[in-house]
Each structure stands twice: as structure tokens, then as C-alpha cells.
């Protein structure tokens, strides 16, 4: 039985417990099972039904599937809060839209049933069928799709309905657990790609550069002050004290983002910035278009978000405030982005879904403990080096894939 990496003790024994039942049926079917591997696969199914963060760090993955099976159908199924920005994949034939009611928020749910996407999924044959995500539930969906042969995560349960299932490294990036999950499938690993892992539609890009359009002298930077989850949020005070200074002190243009209900704290750091300097985006824009703006940045503030993992795949530098998540598994790692944390026994905890009860409620101490000027510094340092290494003022780079054994903090 392998180990279980949930940390919620209850979740964690239900889990186990199912595991255990799955183990001994799919143990008595064996004998009745014929499986075997294809080579090459023509039809090939991927799911990453979780966030937005989650998708975008499985994206270098799934170009290393389109690498090593290339004349292969992909599809990739997706939450339908993801559909347009898997669309920008270029890697896949096919996005599928699969609300999991455990995933999805609020009672919109425009993707399919679990039931009626695996009716769908058999129907069409797939000679291969990946699980991204370590969850027993899924996996259990991967198991119904029909596949000749499937593999993931046996982390989260489920590991006995897989013919090829890995444990999850807490200690590597999830993009790098991703991508050797696909080494071990295929039985041999891509080379690293600097192709793009999103194409932005030319109408995403013609709307950001209107929105973008007004002039300014300084550095155009993009701050996305919600954290998601309260467990996750720097204090948006904070945000627009670093918001004021890099307009006063660098004349730099702020390019507010975020949702609908992330408007009180946009509007706070909204107030910070001298009239004429800000740029406010939050609550009408979509993923691609968002995509095409956090692309024409000159960097963008934020914390553990989806839209840093965004800048990150288009290419815009970044600065991170992180808590309770963990760098090693979600950091950024462009020459120019920078992590800012501290150092405390507990952290980094990564429990955001289930915070520790002294957390909850309140910004946790892990983030609260980061000043605002320690921030601000970090921007300046690192548009400094966007400039030294450009030789202007302005600076793009390709997303970095390469992880270093540290990653940049200040």
C-alpha cells in the first residue's frame, strides 16, 4: 500500500479505506484484464480538472506528450472555468469541458457531468489516458474513460485502477512531477522546449493593447492584490503602499487585475496611486485577454495566484509573496522573478485548503511578517536587472523551465 499524501486525518482514512477496497477488486480482476501499453498511441486523453495555477503548471507537460507522440488526437479535459485558456494550448486537438462537483464553484456549471463525459470517453476509443492530478476520485474517472492503458498519481488513492502509477515528489515542482509523469509513461522523456505553452488569440491581444494604450514614463506593472484564499493574502494595505511608491518613485503605470469580488481590495490599492497612474482591469476580463495583458508587463506583483502562474507561462517576470504555499512546489523560476517569504517553523505548512485552526480567519503570520518596503525592494531589484539585462526600461523573457535547486528571494 503506498503512503497517502492528504493531511486532513479524516480525509486521509476515507481515502485509505477506499483505497484498500479498490486494491482487492482490482486485484481479483486482474487475471481478466488484457493490458497492454500502445505504441505508438493514437488517441490520447489528459486530465487536469482542478484551478487555473494547476492547469498552467501541467501545460509543459502536456507539450511533452504532443513531442513524443506526435501525429497522436489529444484531448484535454478541463473545468469549464479553464476552457478558453486550454483552447490557447497549442499542443491539443480537443479541450474537454468536465465540471467535478467537488471543484466547482457556485451552481454554474457549464462543463459535463463526470458520468456522461466517461460514457463519452469510452465511445471514442483512447488508447492512452492520463490523470494529473493525485485524487482518487479522478482516477476513478480515468478507470471509466476506457483507456487501454492509463497512469498517474497513486498520492491521493485510487493507485490499483492505474497500469502505471507513480508517487507524487512533495519536494519537486509540480510541473516537474508532471513532466516525469510523462517520461515514465512514454518510457522516455522530451527534450526541453522553449516553444510557447500558450498562443494568445490575436482579438485577446488587440483588446489589452487598447486597455494598455495610455502613455506613461516608467515601468508598467501589474498588480494582482487577491490571494484566492484568506489563508493565502498579503495585506492589501500593503499592496498599495508598494502600488504608491513605485508610481511616485519610479513613475511606473499600476495595472490592477483581479475579479469581481476582489473589487474592495483593488479599490484599495486603486486609492494609493497618483490619478493617471493606474490602469484598472479587475472583473471584465477574460483568461486570454488577461493572458495577453500580464504579457505586455514589465512585471507583475501577486501572490500564489493563478495569474502569476499566467505571467509565468506567457513570459512576464514576476514577484511572489508566499506564505503557507510552498516555492519548491509552486514558485515561478524566471531569471528575474523573486520569491519573498520568511523563514518560520511552521511554514511552509501548505495547507491552503484546510488551513491550521490558529490560521483561520485572519492573515496568517507567515504573511503578515513580510513588510511592505521588503516587497518594494524586491520590485525595484528586479526590475533593475529586467532593465540591466534589456538595456532599456522594458524587458520580455521567454518562460523559464529549467529549475534552479534555489529560487530567487529577497
Not at 78 to 103: F, H, I, K, T
Not at 130 to 142: C, G, K, M, Q, S
Not at 253 to 263: K, N
Amino acid at each position: 500500500m503506498h503512503s497517502l499524501q492528504i493531511y486532513d486525518p479524516r480525509e486521509r482514512a476515507l481515502v485509505g479505506l477506499a483505497d484498500r477496497l479498490l486494491t482487492i477488486g482490482a486485484t481479483a480482476a486482474r487475471p481478466f484484464r488484457r493490458r497492454t501499453r500502445p505504441d505508438p498511441p493514437r488517441r490520447i486523453l489528459l486530465l487536469r480538472l482542478e484551478r487555473i495555477g494547476n492547469l498552467l503548471m501541467a501545460l509543459p507537460a502536456v507539450r511533452d506528450v504532443r513531442t513524443l507522440a506526435p501525429a497522436a488526437e489529444i484531448d484535454l479535459a478541463v473545468g469549464s472555468w479553464n476552457a478558453a485558456l486550454a483552447a490557447a494550448a497549442p499542443y491539443v486537438n480537443r479541450v474537454e469541458q468536465v465540471d467535478a462537483p467537488w471543484l466547482a464553484r457556485g451552481d454554474a456549471r457549464r462543463g459535463s457531468s463526470l458520468v456522461s463525459a466517461a460514457r463519452r470517453w469510452r465511445q471514442r476509443g483512447y488508447d492512452l489516458a492520463i490523470n494529473f492530478e493525485p485524487d482518487v476520485r479522478t482516477n476513478l474517472l480515468l478507470a471509466a474513460s476506457g483507456a487501454r492503458w492509463t497512469s498517474g498519481w497513486v498520492s491521493g488513492g485510487g493507485g490499483a485502477l492505474l497500469d502505471l502509477g507513480l508517487e507524487f515528489d512533495p519536494k519537486s515542482h509540480t510541473s516537474d512531477n508532471a513532466r516525469r509523469l510523462i517520461a515514465a509513461t512514454f518510457e522516455r522523456s522530451a527534450a526541453l522546449s522553449t516553444d510557447p505553452l500558450l498562443v494568445i488569440p490575436e482579438p485577446a491581444r488587440r483588446a489589452a493593447h487598447d486597455r494598455l494604450s495610455a502613455p506613461g514614463r516608467g515601468p508598467l506593472v501589474g498588480i494582482h492584490v487577491s490571494g484566492g484564499r484568506l489563508v493565502k493574502q498579503w495585506d492589501p494595505e500593503r499592496f498599495a503602499e508598494v502600488a504608491r511608491r513605485l508610481a511616485v518613485e519610479r513613475g511606473a503605470t499600476i495595472v490592477l487585475t483581479g475579479a469581481p469580488a476582489d473589487r474592495p481590495m483593488v479599490d484599495v490599492v486603486k486609492a494609493g496611486v497618483p490619478a493617471g497612474q493606474a490602469i484598472d482591469v479587475a472583473g471584465d476580463i477574460d483568461l486570454p485577454e488577461l493572458a495577453a495583458v500580464l504579457e505586455q508587463l514589465d512585471l507583475l506583483l501577486t501572490g500564489d495566484t493563478g495569474p502569476m502562474h499566467l505571467a509565468s507561462a506567457v513570459g512576464t517576470p514576476i514577484v511572489a509573496v508566499f506564505g503557507p504555499s510552498d516555492p519548491v512546489r509552486y514558485a515561478p523560476s524566471g531569471a528575474a522573478d523573486r520569491i519573498i517569504r520568511v523563514d518560520l517553523p511552521c511554514s511552509p505548512c501548505n495547507r491552503i485548503r484546510l488551513p491550521p485552526e490558529r490560521c483561520v480567519g485572519h492573515i496568517p503570520e507567515c504573511l503578515t511578517s513580510i513588510p511592505a518596503a521588503r516587497v518594494f525592494d524586491a520590485v525595484l531589484a528586479s526590475l533593475d536587472q529586467i532593465s540591466a539585462d534589456s538595456g532599456s526600461s522594458a524587458s520580455r523573457r521567454q518562460p523559464s523551465e529549467a529549475r534552479p535547486a534555489n529560487h530567487a528571494t529577497a
